[in-house]
């Protein structure tokens, strides 16, 4: 389906790691899942991205996400829905313990992801930040 919706989503499974979607990547110093997103993501778009976030969790033994949220507009109800009730059970499997963000430059992007993280604050800590070198500081401090 991701394929099918776009040249975007064509790009991003030929490299989840660098498209026009977003960046993925680990943080070494931080020892963190690292997303920056660039633009839109479609409803399988974003779910795409969770599932190789969730890999990544997985294949480094990692704990924490940073998500640069700045270019994300919205993250619609029904995908919301399913970060907090499907895809945090298997990424609290996984190993993931604290995320924190860059707030999102987007009233309805703010509202959106405001909404996704009062719902994982009850599984895992979890902050966000005007900038990403204060939530990158944050994280870092994680126990």
Wanted: overall charge neutral; aromatic content about 8%.
């Amino acid at each position: 389906m991701v394929e099918q919706e776009s040249h975007d989503g064509i790009l991003l499974l030929q490299n989840p790691h660098d498209n026009p979607i977003c960046k993925l990547g680990y943080d070494t110093e931080v020892r963190c899942i690292e997303v920056v997103w660039r633009k839109y993501a479609t409803s399988a778009q974003l779910r795409y991205v969770h599932e190789m976030i969730l890999f990544m969790l997985r294949q480094y033994s990692a704990e924490k996400i940073l998500g640069d949220d700045t270019e994300l507009p919205i993250i619609h109800a029904e995908d919301q829905r399913w970060i907090v009730g499907e895809w945090l059970p298997r990424a609290r499997t996984a190993g993931l313990k604290a995320a924190a963000s860059k707030t999102s430059m987007t009233f309805f992007g703010r509202v959106a992801i405001g909404a996704v993280q009062s719902q994982l604050a009850r599984e895992i800590q979890i902050r966000n930040f005007g900038n990403i070198h204060s939530a990158r500081s944050w994280l870092r401090n994680c126990q």
